[in-house]
C-alpha cells in the first residue's frame, strides 16, 4: 500500500520522533507496564504505522465487503441492510417455562430465539433416568419426547422465527423433533430457518459431552448435513463451535485454528461420502466467543472469514461463492464473568459485543451479568438484550462496513493471528498425513488439543494470579460490599412435573408404532445408512430422547459409562 520510498521516510520519521519525544518521556515518567500483551497474551506494541503492514495487498487481503476473501463481511451492505440477529440464550425448567421466557424475548425486540437444554437433555438422557437425578431442568430446558417441543413452541409460527439449538450428542433427536413439529405446523421443510450446534468434534476436544466414540459421532453429524441439503436448505445443520474451545481456556489464536481445523474435517468427511462441496458448505455456520481484548477478537474474526475462504478455494475446489464466506453467530465470554460485583459484567458484556460487532458476526448473544451465579433473570436478560438494541441503533458501530479496517494495529493483528493460527492448521494436517480430518481425529485421541488449551488456561491464570492480567474486581479494584443481586431459581417440582408428563406420554402412545421405529433404527445403524428419516420417524411415534439415544449407544458397547460418564 506503500512504496517504498514512502516506507523509508515513515521509519526515518519514527526513529526521530523514538529519540527527541518518546526517549525523554519514558525516562521521565516510564509506562504503566513493562510488557502490554491481550488476553491471550498477544505482544502489543506501543505504536502501529504503515511498516507493520507493509506487505498488505489490498485487493488479495481486504478487498471489498460481499467479494473475495471476505475480510471485510459476506455481504456488500452489511448492517446497512439489516443488523445481526440478536438472539438470546434461553432455556430452564420445563417447556411451558422456557415458552414463556420465548414470548417475553420476542415481545423485548429479539429477532431469533436459542434453545438451552438441562444436562440430561445434552446427554442423551430421559428425565426418568437415574443419571438424571437433581439435573433435571437445572441449567436449560428438559426435552424427552416430541410432546415438549410441542409445548416449547406453542404460540410460535416457526415458518416465521430463526431457531437455533444448542445441543451435541443428541442433536440429531432435537433436529428431528423440530422437523416433525414443523410438519404438524404445516411450515415447508424448505422454509425452515436455524442452527444446530451439533458440533462433535469440539465436544472432544473440550467441553467433553459425548454418548458415542468419535468417528461414528461424526458419521451422525455428517447424517445432519447430508439430510440437510436436501431438504432443508435455509438450515444450518452444524454449527462449528470455537466458543466451548476458548471457555476451556484456549487463546483466540488456537480457538480460531481448532475450530477452523474442525470445520475442515466435516467438510472432507461430507465429501469423502460423494457430497458436492457446493451443494453443503453454504449452510455450514460457526459459533466464536468473544473475549475483553476488543482489537485481538475483531482481528481474529477477520483472519477467520479470509483463512477459510482461501482454504475453501485452494483446498477443497470450491466454486460457488457462498461456500467459501464464513458466517458465525457470537456470544460473549462466559469465563470472563465475574460473581464479584456482578453489574461490572455489564461493562465487559458491552465490549464483547462491541468487538462481534466491528468483526462483522451474523448473530450475537450478550450474556446476562447475573450468569455467574444463577440462570439469568427476567431483569438481566432485558439489559443484555438491550446492550445489543443500544449498539445497533445508538453506537453508530453498525452505520459503516469494517470500521476498523486500515487501521495498522488491526491490519497488523489480523495479520498475526491468520499466520499462527494457519500454523496450527498446518499441523493438523501433517498430523492426518494430509488429511485434516484425519489430523484432528489423531489430535482428539493423542491429547493434542487438550495440552494446547491445558497450557494456555494454566499461563492465563498465572498472570492473574501475579496481576500481570488486571480482573475488576478480582484482583484489584476490590470491595467487601455484598454486590450479589437476585437470582432465578429452579423450582423443585418441575423434574416431577416433567417424570409425571413422560411418563403420561409412554401411557399414551402406540407401543407397537414406537417399537417398530426404533427396530427400524437399529436397522439402519446395522446397515450404516443415513439416520435422520429413521429418527425423524422414531420422534413423531414419540419415542423419547433416552430411548433413541440408547439405541446408538447401544452400537458401541456403552462407550458413556467406558469412559467414566456413567
Do not use: C
Not at 514512502?6 to 509506562?31: C, K, M, Q
Not at 498488505?56 to 445481526?84: A, I, K, S, V
Not at 411418563?503 to 433404527?521: F, N
Request: negative net charge; hydrophobic residues 35%.
Amino acid at each position: 500500500m506503500y512504496d517504498d520510498e514512502d516506507l523509508a521516510a515513515i521509519r526515518e520519521s519514527r526513529e526521530g520522533w523514538e529519540a527527541e519525544t518518546l526517549d525523554p518521556t519514558l525516562d521521565a515518567y516510564g509506562e504503566r507496564k513493562d510488557r502490554f500483551a491481550t488476553v491471550s497474551n498477544l505482544e502489543i506494541d506501543r505504536l502501529y504505522d504503515p511498516s507493520d503492514v507493509e506487505d498488505l495487498d489490498y485487493e488479495e487481503d481486504l478487498g471489498n465487503p460481499g467479494e473475495f476473501p471476505y475480510t471485510r463481511g459476506p455481504y456488500p451492505t452489511m448492517y446497512r441492510g439489516r443488523t445481526w440477529t440478536m438472539r438470546q440464550f434461553a432455556g430452564f425448567g420445563s417447556a411451558e417455562d422456557t415458552n414463556e421466557r420465548f414470548h417475553y424475548l420476542i415481545e423485548e425486540g429479539q429477532t431469533g430465539l436459542s434453545t438451552a437444554f438441562d444436562m440430561p437433555s445434552l446427554m442423551g438422557l430421559d428425565s426418568d433416568d437415574p443419571m438424571a437425578l437433581g439435573e433435571v431442568g437445572r441449567e436449560g430446558v428438559a426435552v424427552d419426547t416430541l410432546r415438549d417441543m410441542e409445548i416449547l413452541f406453542d404460540g410460535i409460527d416457526i415458518g416465521e422465527v430463526s431457531t437455533s439449538f444448542t445441543i451435541n450428542p443428541s442433536a440429531s433427536v432435537i433436529y428431528a423433533m423440530y422437523l416433525a413439529l414443523a410438519d404438524q405446523q404445516d411450515v415447508p421443510r424448505e422454509e425452515v430457518r436455524g442452527t444446530l450446534q451439533n458440533d462433535m468434534l469440539k465436544e472432544f476436544i473440550a467441553q467433553k459431552e459425548w454418548v458415542i466414540p468419535p468417528e461414528p459421532s461424526l458419521d451422525i453429524v455428517t447424517d445432519t448435513i447430508e439430510f440437510a441439503a436436501e431438504e432443508t436448505p435455509k438450515f444450518s445443520p452444524v454449527s462449528i463451535s470455537g466458543y466451548h474451545i476458548r471457555e476451556a481456556g484456549s487463546t483466540a489464536v488456537q480457538e480460531l485454528a481448532f475450530t477452523l481445523a474442525d470445520g475442515f474435517a466435516y467438510v472432507e468427511d461430507a465429501m469423502d461420502r460423494g457430497l458436492d462441496i457446493d451443494e453443503f458448505a453454504p449452510q455450514l455456520s460457526f459459533f466464536f466467543n468473544s473475549h475483553n481484548s476488543i482489537f485481538e477478537e475483531v482481528a481474529k474474526f477477520r483472519a477467520a472469514r479470509r483463512i477459510y475462504a482461501r482454504v475453501m478455494d485452494e483446498w477443497y475446489d470450491a466454486e460457488a461463492e457462498e461456500s467459501k464466506q464464513l458466517k458465525f453467530h457470537t456470544q460473549t465470554a462466559g469465563q470472563s464473568l465475574t460473581a464479584q460485583q456482578p453489574l461490572n459484567n455489564i461493562v465487559r458484556v458491552t465490549i464483547q459485543a462491541l468487538a462481534g460487532v466491528f468483526g462483522g458476526t451474523q448473530s450475537l448473544h450478550t450474556n446476562s451479568y447475573d450468569e455467574a451465579l444463577a440462570l439469568p433473570s427476567e431483569e438481566a436478560v432485558r439489559v443484555a438484550l438491550r446492550t445489543q438494541q443500544i449498539i445497533a441503533e445508538e453506537s453508530g458501530a453498525a452505520d459503516s462496513v469494517d470500521p476498523l479496517a486500515g487501521s495498522f494495529m488491526v491490519e497488523s493483528l489480523t495479520d498475526e493471528v491468520e499466520e499462527e493460527a494457519m500454523e496450527y492448521i498446518e499441523t493438523i494436517k501433517e498430523m492426518g498425513d494430509g488429511s485434516v480430518r484425519d489430523g484432528v481425529l489423531t489430535g482428539i485421541e493423542e491429547g493434542f488439543f487438550h495440552r494446547e488449551i491445558q497450557e494456555s488456561s494454566y499461563e492465563y491464570q498465572e498472570r492473574v494470579e501475579d496481576d500481570e492480567e488486571v480482573v475488576v474486581g478480582v484482583n484489584k479494584y476490590v470491595s467487601e460490599e455484598d454486590t450479589s443481586p437476585e437470582v432465578l431459581h429452579v423450582d423443585e417440582e418441575v423434574a416431577e412435573h416433567q417424570r409425571e408428563r413422560l411418563a403420561a406420554v409412554k401411557e399414551e402412545r402406540d407401543d407397537d408404532a414406537v417399537e417398530a421405529a426404533l427396530d427400524d433404527l437399529r436397522e439402519a445403524v446395522e446397515a450404516g445408512e443415513n439416520l435422520m428419516p429413521h429418527v425423524i420417524t422414531a420422534v413423531k411415534a414419540y419415542a423419547s430422547m433416552g430411548e433413541i439415544m440408547d439405541v446408538f449407544e447401544a452400537e458401541h458397547g456403552g462407550y458413556r459409562e467406558k469412559v467414566g460418564l456413567a
